[in-house]
């Protein structure tokens, strides 16, 4: 796994061991990078289950101002420190050790222009973090949340939430679907 473009461009990151945290195959990451070349300049982005860090700091090597990388372990936060110190992208990071809904609750009112959400596939988080998200003014008109799952029903048949946001791309790469939210409406 390494960082893809930009200024870290190459530099290859470290993983946790074992099965605790599900990477995004590098396929996949440079799609959903595809998808945001034109929105990352300058923005602000929050990186959730933030695992290694490798979607955050991919954000800022490529011209992202600032990422927030949250993960509840302190095996994963201490391999994001490193890969941040790694890639001299650690000025441009607020690494925090917390479960992603606390840190939402925590934060409330700090907006993000993009937001990346990769929990366990099989928690069941999607859509009561999305509410949380919009509940805790996380979101601004136009940020925009890269939600990884393995389904391409991430609103868990919640037709509210649904209805409070635009899904504007999925795409289905093997078993992983990328799916790409804005807000409608004012957030």
Known sequence: MRII??????????????DATRPTAERVKEAVFSMLQFD????????LFAGSGQLGLEAISRGAAHAVLVDSSKAAVKII????????????????????????????????DIIFLDPPYAAGLYAP???????CQNLKPSSLIVCES?????????????????????????KTVITVLAIKGEA
Request: aromatic share 6%; net charge neutral.
């Open 5 to 18: 473009t930009g200024k870290a461009k190459g530099i290859r990151l470290k993983t946790l061991e074992g």
């Open 40 to 47: 990352l300049e300058g923005r602000s982005v929050l990186d």
């Open 81 to 112: 420190e490193e890969n941040a110190i790694k890639t001299k992208l650690a000025l441009e990071c607020t690494i925090k050790l917390s479960d992603a809904m606390d840190y939402l609750r925590r934060n409330r009112g700090a907006k993000f």
């Open 129 to 135: 973090i999305l509410r949380l998200m919009v509940e």
């Open 150 to 174: 393995d389904t391409d029903e991430i609103f868990a048949g919640d037709q509210a939430l649904a209805d409070s946001f635009e899904i504007q791309k999925t795409s289905r790469y093997s």
